[in-house]
C-alpha cells in the first residue's frame, strides 16, 4: 500500500517569509508524528497528533510554528516568519495506535531559507 | 523520558569486513528499541525492533541487534558489509507506555570496496 508522503520534496524560501509543509500518513493510521533533522542536530520531535488533536506540541521551537490536521488524515506543519536556522529536513511520521510505536516515515521535506 | 547515545558518528568500512554500530539508552520504565536506516536523499526504513521476548532481533539483510537490560544497550552488527549498506543509521528507544520515539544523533556508515 501507499506509503507516507510529503509535499514539496524541497522548498527554497526567503527569510521572513511563510512555509507550508504537507504530510499524507498511511491511510486509517491515527497518530501523526512531525520532527526536524537538521544538520549535527539528529531528529528532533516537534509535535504529535492522535486524530485531530494535538496533545504534545512540546516540540515545537517557537510560536513561529504550528501544526493542523484535518479529518484525521493529512496535516500542515506551517512556519511563519521563516529564520535561517528554519533549515532543515522535516520529517513526517505516522501509526496505529497500540502496535508498540514503530512509526513510519515519509522522505520528507528539505527546507532551505535564504 | 528516554535519551539514546550512539557513541560513534561516523564509521568507515572496507566491503565484507563486520560492523559494529554502538547504541546506549537511559530510561527508568521498560522500554522498546529500534534501529532505522536512512539511505542517501531517502526517509528512514525501520530496520529492526525488539520489543520483548528474544534478546536478539535480525533483520531480512543481515543486521541484528541485541538488547542487553543490564548494559542498557542495543547495539547492531552485520558480519559482512555490502557498499550498499552505506548509510545513516540511527538508534531510537521508546517507553512503553509512550508514544514518542526519542533518537540517537545518528551512525554515518560508509563502505568502501
Known amino acids: 500500500g501507499a506509503g507516507v508522503s510529503q509535499s514539496p520534496s524541497n522548498k527554497v524560501t526567503e527569510k521572513g517569509k511563510d512555509v507550508e509543509l504537507r504530510c499524507d500518513p498511511i491511510s486509517g493510521h491515527t497518530a501523526l508524528y512531525w520532527y526536524r533533522q537538521s544538520l549535527g542536530q539528529g531528529l528532533e520531535f516537534l509535535i504529535y497528533f492522535q486524530g485531530n488533536s494535538a496533545p504534545d506540541k512540546s516540540g515545537l521551537p517557537s510560536d513561529r510554528f504550528s501544526a493542523e490536521r484535518t479529518g484525521g488524515s493529512v496535516s500542515t506543519l506551517t512556519i511563519q516568519r521563516t529564520q535561517q536556522e528554519d533549515s532543515a529536513v522535516y520529517l513526517c511520521?505516522?501509526?496505529?495506535?497500540?502496535?508498540?510505536?514503530?512509526?513510519?516515515f515519509g522522505p520528507g521535506t528539505r527546507l532551505t531559507v535564504l | 523520558a528516554q535519551s539514546v547515545t550512539q557513541l560513534d558518528s561516523q564509521v568507515p568500512v572496507f566491503e565484507e569486513a563486520p560492523v559494529e554500530l554502538r547504541c546506549n539508552y537511559s530510561?527508568?520504565?521498560?522500554?522498546?528499541l529500534f534501529w532505522y536506516v536512512q539511505y542517501p536523499n531517502q526517509g528512514l526504513q525501520l530496520l529492526l525492533k525488539?520489543?520483548?521476548?528474544?534478546?536478539l532481533v535480525e533483520s531480512i539483510n543481515g543486521f541484528e541487534a541485541e538488547f542487553n537490560k543490564s548494559q542498557t544497550s542495543f547495539h547492531l552488527r552485520k558480519p559482512s558489509v555490502h557498499i550498499s549498506d552505506t548509510a545513516e543509521y540511527f538508534c531510537a528507544v521508546s517507553g512503553s507506555n509512550d508514544y514518542k520515539l526519542s533518537f540517537g544523533a545518528g551512525t554515518t556508515v560508509t563502505v568502501r570496496a
Open positions: 525488539y520489543l520483548s521476548g528474544s534478546t
Open positions: 511520521a505516522s501509526n496505529e495506535r497500540g502496535t508498540y510505536n514503530e512509526q513510519f
Open positions: 530510561s527508568s520504565v521498560s522500554v522498546y
